[in-house]
């Protein structure tokens, strides 16, 4: 898949004329088991964990009720998984999560998997995507195997490009109490004028018309 760059820059703007700043981006405090909890509420039918690593939502989805099945697929074949190769899956499922995984692949390999990712999805089905904020100090650079530092518009214009719509985005914090929520409020200025964020995380959705 050939990214161009004329394509991409006119795709991003379109997700900036809905959140024009990070800052504009609606504001999660979760954890997140809190928070793909909250996701698997909103969605039934079948799932598939792509990058399921210790299959955290397989754990999750056997406690929602709407979840009628989980499939993981993970590269790590030292962990059992249903699929080790998106490649060899021949089917669609009604929601895909792929969590903290495309900031370790190239651009191209991004636009790949997710080119792979809708071809999987059923139509009407969704897409749900984290990775780290890359305006956190160190949310993408504390892990050595981050490859990618993608800003929201970035990612959003890839699904664009890869055929999705309705992207909706929102920021993560897993700083609930209120001292950290008052700290952030003071501070806000310094952080807008240095331009970073103190919300750690970004949650991607989108769909499959």
Partial sequence: MVIEW???KKRREE?????SSTRKIPLVYATKREL??????????????????DKFVGRLCDKAPSISEYKSMDVDTSV????????????????LF????????????????????????SPGGTIILTLPNNLHPTAFSGDVTHV????YHELGALLLICGFTEISIRRVSAKKKLGHRVLAGLLSPIMRFMDVDFATGILIKAKKP
Avoid: P
């Fill in 36 to 53: 793909i909890s909250a996701e698997l509420a909103s969605v039934s039918g079948s799932v598939l964990d792509v990058g399921g690593s």
């Fill in 6 to 8: 004329s394509n991409l």
């Fill in 15 to 19: 997700v900036k004329s809905r959140y």
């Fill in 148 to 151: 990618t530092s993608y800003r």
């Fill in 80 to 95: 059992a998984h249903d699929y080790h190769s998106l490649a060899d899956i021949h089917r669609t499922f009604n929601t």
């Fill in 98 to 121: 792929v969590l903290d995984v495309i900031e370790h692949l190239t651009l191209q390999e991004g636009g790949l998997l997710l080119s792979e990712c809708e071809r999987l999805l």
